[in-house]
């Protein structure tokens, strides 16, 4: 991204020489003290083609018998870092515009810059490579469980997660862990997406790793004289998807320290002056974006912590709150209990229990996201998530029968799981089912949510919760869960003397719900799309069970271009949101619609929604600062002519 000539020269060859590398080449610089005619000429012929494009240019030239002959030009290649600094150099030089430097740099970029990544040496090896899912360089031992990684993070060690596969109860260890390694999953897999979230490096589906967690041992596939255990060291690359063995030296991102403390400080850190010139072209493009876009940015976040490492990335809001990730770990019990419960005193106590944990989460979120909105989406999961495996719980049962030792509770708690099990939960008993049919549930979280902000509003604070009903397809079902959570509020209100009135919305996130949206908004304030499980019920297939199934071979038969699940398929979720968009609309003009889920960090799923004419977008990877960029390139893209590698003409 320097300023400047670059280039090889090679005296009495031809172009196939040069690329070849079968002789040593010169530099531009030797061809002005070999022919300063020629050499002055191809610098006016470079600021000429340069001009004309507007942009970095690549040129192949020769010199025959003195005379100067440009044989191709085209737009030149650059990294990630040029790109940034490029695209303010053109700005300075008034080739472009500010909007025009917009459409030259991208939100991928933008990523690339901010996480730290690795100094190859080429002395360590390579023990596979799989599915990058999350950007980075992380450098650890290995962890085969929560437990582990939790004790060896305390003891001061880096640690790596490695699993088969992630579930909601590995949330612990991840959260310690410097990074995530599983055996199976892609891009939209549970640890890809909660590591996105957390900022976390991630690499999914190494098949070619046999986990044993049990065992505690890692084997490579054709490597029977390597048996890794908690005492080797990894490094994975989130970057390439690269697994190595032993450490790799990794360097901090510049961006990172600019987005995390400010250009002042990151100026001051900056240790040379191509360092400054980057960090300071990222913050005039980001400051600029953030002048011209319409979207609003926001976040989906879980925890405090989720919270305040989103809004000091540049997020607006929340756009999404899952409730249910509060019932994880420990709490899980008390869920068990409600599940269990088989009179209305032993719900009522398991309610009473689950009001104080949740109310004090929600006072926390409300405390970091002071004056910004933030959207809870009430329970969603289906209730298997929060019991038991059914064959491991069955064997349990078994074995302690057969030696004498069963507890009269796991029988009854495998009754429970039996009743409760469903061929197809994705699709059985969860959101608003489980919230209307479960009494209390909606009841508790609503007054979880009422309180809190009531507890927020004496210290002086400004809360302002959305609340979010899942998986709605009918009015009705909304209709009543509007009507009881406004009892709670009314209640609330009436026992503290703050009024309550907060938006109550729902997601779209079936296809029927997006056909007859029209009736849906007479009951709701907001829409949310959720394009995760909009994406699972149009295309009728499972995210979980499908992406390591037969993805790959549709990509290779052209079914899909790009996985539906990582870039919005316009054809047919996306009618489904402009379905949405318009029947919504067609009730209430000013309905309130935003988009979260994965395809709310993807940039070419940012310019369908601001295409589609939503307000809002959240996505879980990196909030803030993509969305920022890529939400101003939508605008940009529609105002700017020309694109990239178009001269100007006229």
């Known amino acids: 991204g320097r300023s400047g000539v670059y280039g090889d020269y090679l005296v009495n060859a031809q172009g196939e020489d040069v690329v070849a590398g079968i002789r040593n080449t010169l530099s531009l610089a030797d061809l002005k ?83 730290p990544q690795f100094e190859h040496t080429g002395d360590n ?64 897999s549970h640890a890809a997406v909660v590591a996105r979230g957390m900022g976390k490096t991630c690499v999914c589906g190494a098949d070619q790793l046999e986990v044993d967690a049990a065992a505690r041992t890692v084997r490579v596939a054709g490597r029977d004289d390597l048996v890794l255990t908690s005492e080797d060291v990894i490094a994975i690359d989130g970057q390439t998807g690269e697994v190595f063995l032993g450490e790799v030296p990794v360097s901090d991102s510049p961006v990172m320290t600019y987005l995390r ?8 850190a900056a240790g040379n002056v191509d360092t400054r010139e980057l960090v300071t072209s990222v913050d005039r493009l980001m400051r600029h974006a953030d002048k011209v876009r319409r979207l609003q940015v926001r976040a989906n976040a879980d925890t405090p912590d989720d919270a305040r490492h989103a809004i000091h990335r540049g997020a607006e809001g929340m756009g999404l709150c899952r409730t249910e990730h509060m019932f994880l770990g420990e ?51 289906p209730l298997h998530e929060f019991l038991p495996d059914l064959t491991e719980l069955s064997v349990k049962v078994a074995l302690d029968r057969e030696r004498g030792t069963l507890d009269p509770a796991d029988e009854e708690l495998l009754a429970v799981v039996r009743r409760s099990h469903e061929a197809n939960p994705m ?17 508790l ?55 309550l009135d907060f938006p109550i919305g729902c997601m779209i996130e079936l296809p029927r719900a997006a056909v007859s949206a029209d009736t849906i908004a007479e ?43 990582e870039t919005v398929d316009e054809r047919g979720v996306g009618r489904m949101v402009r379905l949405g968009v318009e029947h919504g609309r067609a009730t209430k003009p000013n309905l309130k619609m935003g988009v979260c889920g994965e395809h709310g960090g993807d940039p070419e799923s940012i310019d369908f929604f601001h295409r589609a004419s939503l307000a809002q977008a959240g996505a879980q990877e990196h909030p803030g600062e993509r969305e920022r960029m890529t939400g101003a390139e939508a605008v940009s893209d529609g105002r700017v002519l020309p694109r990239v590698g178009q001269p100007r003409r006229g």
């Open 125 to 188: 090896e390579v023990l596979t490579r799989a599915m990058p899912a999350s950007p980075g360089a992380a450098v650890g031992h290995i962890a085969f469980d929560n437990a582990e990684a939790i004790a060896r993070t305390e003891a001061g060690e880096s640690v790596i997660l490695v699993r088969r596969e992630t579930n909601p109860d590995d949330l612990p260890g991840m959260v310690v862990a410097a990074g995530v390694l599983t055996a199976r999953g892609g891009k939209t």
């Open 261 to 268: 403390r400010g250009l002042e400080e990151a100026l001051d």
């Open 523 to 565: 009951e709701a304030d907001f829409f949310s799309f959720g394009t995760n499980d909009l994406t699972q019920t149009t295309w009728g297939f499972s995210r979980d069970d499908v992406e390591g199934v037969f993805f790959k071979e549709y990509l290779d038969y052209g079914v899909f271009g790009v996985s539906p699940f």
């Open 33 to 115: 003290t070999l022919d300063r005619t020629s050499y002055d000429e191809l610098r006016s012929a470079m600021r000429r083609l340069e001009t004309h494009y507007r942009d970095l240019c690549d040129i192949e030239f020769t010199i025959e018998r003195g005379k100067l002959w440009l044989l191709q030009t085209r737009v030149g290649k650059r990294t990630a870092a040029a790109a940034f600094r490029v695209a303010t150099q053109l700005v300075d030089e008034k080739l472009i515009t500010m909007d025009e430097a917009l459409t030259r740099v991208t939100g991928d970029q933008l990523t690339q810059l901010m996480f």
């Open 445 to 499: 979280q609503v007054r979880a949510i009422a309180e809190a902000a009531v507890e927020r509003l004496k210290a002086g604070g400004d809360p302002h919760p959305e609340i979010m009903i899942p998986l709605v397809g009918s009015v009705r079902e909304l209709q009543i869960a509007r009507e009881r959570a406004e009892a709670v509020l009314r209640e609330v209100s009436g026992e503290s003397g703050y009024k």
């Open 427 to 443: 699709l059985g008993l969860r959101g608003v089912r489980l919230l209307l049919t479960m009494p209390g549930l909606i009841e």
């Open 331 to 381: 709490r899980k019990q008390f869920v068990q209990n409600l599940i269990l419960a088989s009179t209305e005193e032993e719900r009522n106590n398991a309610l009473v229990a689950l009001l104080p944990l949740q109310k004090g989460d929600f006072i926390q979120m409300f405390e970091t996201m002071n004056g910004k909105p933030m959207t809870v989406r009430l329970i969603d999961p």
